[in-house]
């Protein structure tokens, strides 16, 4: 079932698409109503009943015409193609990056539906979204789950999208290694059924969110793109796969498609609207800022630094860090240089490690907070080093990170945690 709100009725009443049930509930509350009336014989009730009846006879033979439509107009607006105005497809637009793009693409006057199942993301965020625009016809949200194809084919045969930016998935590198064939599941063939609705549907824009754990571990850095993908936990190996499924197909079609690697994902908004919201229960999975901000609001005891022996200049991993706002730049930049019968692939990082020792630092001088930290033992799946080589990307798209300082990222992430204690 898919539950679509909208504009100002958005958490008032969700609205179900596709089903009769409510005209079926009404015309057995009539005849109810009718056996009763006769119960009691009431000529005069039978006879208001009777008119009511046809009444509604009448209503429901226009509402099946084929010119009458029962749906509001904002549903119109999603549902037609509008001169100037682009209609982006956001997938898992609840969840942290969804979101922060969602809100960049509205901020840019584009038009927006997101679909997410909320398993991760976070209602509060749609709503942040919805009162930040809440004209009609510029969001929609749909409830509805990317492995139920039939549902997203309804999706995509009741809304007209001009491009689809794919960002929902379970994204854990730990949690990969103990549940694969979720993984495989959610990512590889929810991906697939997003094509296959896209192909339907002649949808010829897509921009993909894939990972640098694509990538494993390669023994030279900086990473390019033609850096052999190697991926060595079943994250990396489901959203490899995936990318070479979008590959594959759209060398048949005159797609557009752009493939973004990102690193690892830090920042929230700087006007502090949205953050980072995990639920509490995958915090052990968790992502080292959300850790991080854990253990300065005391939550969690302190930091867990997984792996002390790699072989990196302190001995911790080390990662790139992107800022979520130069990533949403990236996505805004792709959509605009997509062009048909075109893959561009594009690592978004800024192009310098940190270790994880680094970040720590960084962490504690953002919160103010003496954060406790405990080294332990490597975590299986986890690689020694990584970080991007962005030059294909800035002289392609003209893109480069600016939100670079790691401590200034953390601390607009921490000044909304502390604002969002519990979330949205
Ligand atoms: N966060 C990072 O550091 C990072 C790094 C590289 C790539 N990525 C990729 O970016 C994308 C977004 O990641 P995020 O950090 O925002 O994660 P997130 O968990 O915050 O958001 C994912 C969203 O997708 C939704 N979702 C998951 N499965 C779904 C399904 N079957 N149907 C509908 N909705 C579904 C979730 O409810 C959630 O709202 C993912 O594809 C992830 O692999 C993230």
């Not at 009404?26 to 109810?32: C, F, I, N, P, Y």
């Not at 809100?103 to 749609?126: E, H, P, Q, W």
Request: hydrophobic share 40%; net charge neutral.
């Amino acid at each position: 079932m898919v539950y679509k709100v909208s504009g100002s009725d958005l958490f008032k009443q969700p609205f179900i698409i596709g089903s009769d049930f409510k005209f079926l509930n009404l015309t057995d509350q009539l005849r109810m109503d009718f056996l009763d009336s006769r119960r009691q014989s009431n000529a005069g009730k039978v006879i208001a009943v009777a008119f009511f009846i046809a009444g509604c006879v009448v209503m429901l033979k226009q509402m099946y015409s084929p010119s009458y439509t029962t749906r509001p107009t904002w549903y119109i607006t999603f549902s037609q193609h509008e001169l100037g105005v682009t209609h982006v497809l956001v997938t898992g637009g609840a969840g942290y990056i969804g979101s922060h793009a969602a809100l960049r693409l509205l901020k840019d006057s584009y038009r927006v539906t997101i679909v997410d199942n909320l398993s991760r993301g976070n209602l509060g965020a749609v709503k942040v979204l919805h009162e930040q625009f809440p004209e009609p016809g510029r969001l929609q949200f749909i409830y509805a789950d990317l492995g139920d194809a039939k549902a997203v084919s309804k999706i995509f045969a009741e809304n007209t999208f001009d491009a689809v930016m794919h960002f929902a998935a379970v994204a854990y590198v730990g949690e990969s290694t103990m549940e694969p064939l979720r993984y495989y599941h959610n990512i590889t063939s929810n991906t697939l059924v997003v094509l296959e609705a896209m192909a339907a549907h002649n949808v010829k824009t897509l921009i993909y969110s894939s990972t640098c754990a694509t990538y494993g571990e390669p023994v030279k850095m900086p990473i390019r793109e033609e850096t052999p993908q190697l991926p060595i936990n079943p994250y990396g190996k489901a959203k490899k796969m995936a990318e070479d499924i979008i590959i594959d197909f759209s060398n048949t079609t005159d797609m557009a498609v752009m493939i973004l690697r990102y690193f690892n994902v830090i920042g929230s908004d700087p006007e502090g609207r949205l953050g980072e919201a995990p639920r509490p229960e995958l915090r052990e999975h968790g992502r080292i800022s959300g850790a991080c901000f854990d253990a300065a609001r005391g939550i969690i005891p302190g930091l867990k630094v997984k792996g002390t022996d790699y072989k990196t200049a302190d001995g911790t991993c080390v990662r790139d860090y992107i800022d979520v706002t130069d990533l949403v730049d990236a996505h805004v930049k792709a959509l605009a240089h997509a062009k048909p019968r075109k893959v561009g692939i594009y690592n978004v990082g800024t192009g310098k490690g940190r270790s994880v020792k680094e970040f720590v630092d960084a962490c504690k001088k953002a919160t103010g907070v003496e954060i406790k930290v405990e080294y332990l033992d490597r975590r299986p799946g986890d690689y020694a080093e990584v970080f991007s080589d962005p030059s294909k990307i800035k002289q392609e798209l003209n893109w480069t990170a600016q939100y670079t300082d790691l401590q200034e990222s953390l601390k607009i992430a921490w000044k909304w945690q502390k604002s969002h204690l519990n979330g949205y």
